[in-house]
Nanobody
Framework: QVELAEFGGGLVQAGGSLRLSCVFS????????MGWFRQAPGKERELVAQ???????NEEDSVKGRFTISRDHAKNMVFLQMHSLKPEDTAVYYC????????????WGQGTQVTVSS
């Protein structure tokens, strides 16, 4: 069973930066695509960025050039570096994992709150 644990959220002023981290355990890390999702109050959960085992990434349009997803296979961790944060980035951020053979994300962390003040 995959377990995910995020940390690194918090309160930051607009224009600031935060780095979210997620620890993966329970299965072979390299067999999973990793993603970061977020859910703002009253909105649906959306994919922010994802990264394959080989390091290919894609990001949601609103965060391109500001957010970077990366992973460390030695530490079984995935990161989301966020720069130039905006109030509209305020949300609960979730780390997620899906088996490379799976069409959807199967495992979720508990979420970490990111609040950007104006």
């Amino acid at each position: 069973q995959v377990e995910l644990a995020e940390f690194g959220g918090g309160l930051v002023q607009a224009g600031g930066s935060l780095r979210l981290s997620c620890v993966f355990s329970g299965r072979t890390f390299s067999m999973y695509v990793m993603g970061w999702f977020r859910q703002a109050p009253g909105k649906e959960r959306e994919l922010v960025a994802q990264i394959t085992s080989g390091g290919s990434t894609n990001e949601e349009d609103s965060v391109k050039g500001r957010f970077t997803i990366s992973r460390d296979h030695a530490k079984n961790m995935v990161f989301l570096q966020m720069h130039s944060l905006k109030p509209e980035d305020t949300a609960v951020y979730y780390c997620a994992a899906k088996d490379i053979r799976s069409p959807s994300y199967d495992y979720w962390g508990q979420g970490t709150q990111v609040t950007v003040s104006s």
